[in-house]
């Protein structure tokens, strides 16, 4: 009889983590050409007698308009265009219901204006002239609030480049306000300082607090409302009214800042922009009415768009790549995934990153994070993760892991999780974690160490890392240490430095060595892996009936159990005795074997010995063996089984 012991098998865990590739299309765009209807009705009611009306007008302020991103192809309207408005005029003299909007195309583009250098933050009073208005505070961005002051304050502390006090508010605001559709937020804007105080909101609340907080900092920040396309399952239609904010930035101009859609320092081709203001709450549209016993009651402005033509695909400035630190750890173990940034293009970039994982997976702390790359910066950042400690430790796990942009750019990796590989501890995978990510420069540093995979129990091996200096900047006081072994060097341009140590591991089993490298301008680790192998064993555990009986067949299991950390291979287990013989073949022992053994009609004797014996090998081919042998009585109940006992022995004895 042969049995394969290898039960487990791959199991694969699908995830559908980046959204449907209709909206990465449309993002990814250098242009679009957009179709925008907006329409509205009121209705004049009567509200006594006599009642008459002379005229009717309204001001329609969401209208599209022309910037550097936004061009008008075409524009058909019944109003008067004004500046930054349309007007609508009734002079019917009719009370009854009247209805006003327009129709356009627009061509959106993927422009932004870009910040390309350090400017100096706190602004003076030169680089904001003429942009004082956009300082004051007002009813909803209430941006004199002492809370406000003061977290703002608190945020900026030491910060002297504006591009990145302005990113600091920005990220502060996505990541401490809750985006909550609840009936408070979305009947009314509230003012900027219940937002701080309550942390919830929509795009208008986590827009006018992120406005305020700029004003009360002295940067001249302006609300913007429009039309933005979105995939959130939040929304039953694509294309909703959005608020995002505009900041100003001398000598450049107004530059983007959408939180909710996590875009700092530009938004997306997608975008419609309808208005500019000071506050949320201004009116999309005035009415004046000349009229007795007349009372005008608005309807919602509505707005549909459509896609009338894409333009081309745009590749994302912003290179994304996936490291994992261990392509195999245990049930229960933790792992660490790390996204490396590259921005290709010479001006500040932000991104925001989210790491997809299946529900087996837990994350430690957010998932989602937004960076901030420098011109031509690379940078670094991690997620800590969890296998579930409820998997099964019969199979081995395959676990996807993605992570994508706000536009929608991913990349993907795996690991595999399985009770035999090595556990990472949460506070071995904190240690391996980069505490300061804006020590960009570690990514010039590189580690190449030498070292065996395995080594022999109670052996002594070497592992030999050098470190090297791959950038432009020589460095100097860098504690250089391969596990608890550091060495304080310096470590000039191009130049590499080499560290060793002696280890010699008692126990057998998975083991790592830390390697590390830090100063004042790097942070850089790794880990090694490697197996100290004892030789395999195995033991048999037998259970067999304390007697035998005629006529009765019996059951006995075997049990083979792995007693070494090695793996024991090409495994025979036999079993031998008078009228028995049998033989079970195993490929390789990871964990405990059940052997379950039926005999019928055996030659039963008075005393009857049972030999067991097992043979395997180890990696190299080195053999190695165990025998056992049991002895159980028989029972009699007549004297002809007696005699035949009896004969058996004499048999068994002559054989």
């Known amino acids: 009889m042969h049995r394969n012991a290898a039960r487990s098998f791959w199991i694969l865990l699908f995830l559908l983590a980046v959204p449907a590739v209709a909206a990465q299309t449309l993002y990814q765009q250098d242009s679009l050409l957009l179709q925008l209807k907006a329409d509205s009705t009121f209705e004049l009611r009567q509200t006594g007698t006599p009642s008459a009306v002379e005229t009717v007008s309204a001001n329609l302020y969401f209208v599209p308009q022309e910037d550097f991103r936004q061009t008008i192809v075409s524009f058909d309207s019944e109003g008067k265009q004004q500046e930054k408005a349309i007007l609508f005029r009734w002079d019917d003299r009719r009370i009854e219901e009247k209805k006003y909007g327009y129709t356009a195309l627009l061509k959106t583009t993927n422009q932004q204006l870009s910040v390309t250098s350090k400017i100096s933050y706190p602004l003076s009073d030169r680089d904001i002239e003429g942009m004082e208005s956009y300082l004051q505070p007002t009813k909803t961005i209430d941006s004199a609030n002492e809370k406000i002051i003061a977290k703002a ?24 306000v809750n985006y909550d559709l609840n009936t408070v937020t979305q009947t009314a804007s509230l003012p900027a300082s219940w937002v701080l105080e309550n942390r919830e909101g929509v795009c208008d609340e986590m827009t006018s607090l992120f406005v305020a907080m700029n004003r009360a900092l002295g940067i001249p920040a302006r609300f913007v409302s429009g039309i933005s396309y979105t995939t959130s399952p939040l929304f039953a239609e694509p294309w909703q009214p959005h608020g995002w904010a505009e900041v100003y930035f001398p000598d450049i101009g107004w530059v983007g800042f959408d939180i909710t859609f996590g875009e700092y320092g530009y938004i997306d081709v997608t975008h419609i922009k309808l208005r500019d ?13 000349l009229g007795k ?25 912003i290179q994304l790549e996936q490291e994992i630190l261990s392509s195999e750890v245990g049930v229960g173990s933790y792992n660490l995934i790390k996204g490396v940034l590259k921005n290709n293009e010479n001006r500040y970039a932000a991104t925001t990153l989210t790491l997809a994982v299946p529900k087996e997976l837990e994350v430690l702390g957010r998932n989602k994070r937004t960076i901030l790359l420098l011109p031509k910066e690379v940078r670094e950042t991690y997620w ?63 580690f190449d160490c030498h070292y065996p995979q395995e080594v022999a129990l109670g052996s002594e091996s070497v592992v030999a890392c050098s470190i090297r200096n791959r950038g432009t ?8 240490c391969i596990g608890e072994v550091c060495e304080t060097v310096d470590l000039p341009i191009n130049q590499e430095r080499r560290n060793e140590i002696t280890v010699r591991d008692d126990k057998a089993g998975q083991k790592k060595i830390v390697i590390t490298a830090e100063n004042a301008d790097i942070e850089k680790k790794t880990v090694l892996e490697y197996v100290v192998a004892d030789p395999p064993a195995l033991d048999l555990l037998i259970d067999a009936p304390a007697e035998l009986e005629f006529n009765r067949p019996v059951m006995m299991t075997i049990t083979v159990e792995k007693k070494s950390f090695s793996v024991p291979q090409n495994i025979r287990i036999t079993i031998t005795s008078p009228g028995i013989e049998k033989e079970w073949s195993i490929d390789t022992l990871s964990q405990r074997e059940e052997l379950v053994l039926q005999l019928v009609d ?52 002559f054989d």
């Open 602 to 653: 055996l030659p039963l004797m008075k005393k009857n010995e049972l030999r067991f014996g097992a043979t395997w090998h180890d990696a190299n081919g080195t053999a190695y063996s165990l025998e056992k042998e049991i002895s159980i009585p028989a029972k009699a109940k007549t004297w002809g089984e007696r005699v035949w006992m009896y004969w058996n022995a004499l048999i068994y004895l």
């Open 293 to 317: 016993n007349v009372q005008l009651v608005p309807e919602t402005l509505d707005f549909d768009v459509s896609v009338a033509k894409q333009g081309f695909f745009v590749p994302e400035s």
């Open 153 to 176: 304050v608190e945020l900026a502390e030491g910060e002297d480049d504006l591009f990145k006090v302005v990113f600091t508010i920005a990220n502060w605001v996505e990541e401490n």
């Open 473 to 480: 900047a020589n460095l100097h006081d860098v504690e250089f």
């Open 384 to 446: 800590i993760v969890k296998v579930s400690e409820s998997l099964s430790s019969d199979f081995v796990y395959t676990f996807p892991s993605v992570i994508y942009s706000e536009k929608n750019i991913s990349v993907s990796d795996s690991f595999r999780a399985a009770a035999s590989e090595i556990i990472y501890t949460q506070e071995e995978i904190e240690k391996l974690t980069i505490s300061d990510e804006e020590k960009t420069y570690s990514r010039k540093i590189t």
């Open 277 to 289: 203001g000071f506050d949320p709450t201004e009116p999309a549209t005035e009415f004046e009415w």
